[in-house]
């Protein structure tokens, strides 16, 4: 167990990664082509960083996201996240994602809304692509308008995004807009 470092760990989508120092999670890495091509974004990302065990804490979230991976709920509402190292307004997207539950997804329009600028939804989808902890704060539950997927940053793009959701039973007739019952 050491201060800092990555860990490389199996999951059901493949080889995921999480970069962490001191008690914080600098970031989580979805999978890549190979793992060459992760060590490579992983060296880019946090230069300086060697494999490492991991500490309890970080190992205990390692197992959460393994679990979540394989169907099981999650809440990462603990995780210990460096919020710190991303801006202001980055970090309250962070949060308002965070606060969305499993299985539902929202609208980039109604993220911003929720942070009391509707006219943000760009910028939200912005500051989502440059998320360091997917899977954690969970970017691929925020869709764009209309039903449509919106973007996804992360390797393997919209496809990524889509398994996501479908581990969570976002993807249910019943729970997409396109399907939602008319307002009463």
Known sequence: MTERGFALFETPIGRCALAWEGGTVLG????????SAALARLERRFPGLAP????EAIGALIAKIVAHL???RSDY????LDLDRVGAFEAAVYRAALAIPWGETRTYGALAARLGD???????GQA?????WPIVVPCHRITAADGRTGGFSAAGGVATKLRLLEIEGALAPESLPLFAPPPA
């Not at 989580?28 to 793992?35: F, K, M, N, V």
């Not at 490492?52 to 500490?55: K, M, R, T």
């Not at 989502?128 to 360091?132: K, T, V």
């Open 70 to 72: 394989s169907g099981a």
């Open 28 to 35: 989580l890495q979805l999978p890549e082509a190979s793992d």
């Open 128 to 132: 989502l692509g440059r998320n360091p």
């Open 52 to 55: 490492a065990e991991p500490p």
């Open 77 to 80: 509402s603990d995780a210990p």
């Open 118 to 124: 509707p006219g943000a939804a760009q910028a939200v």
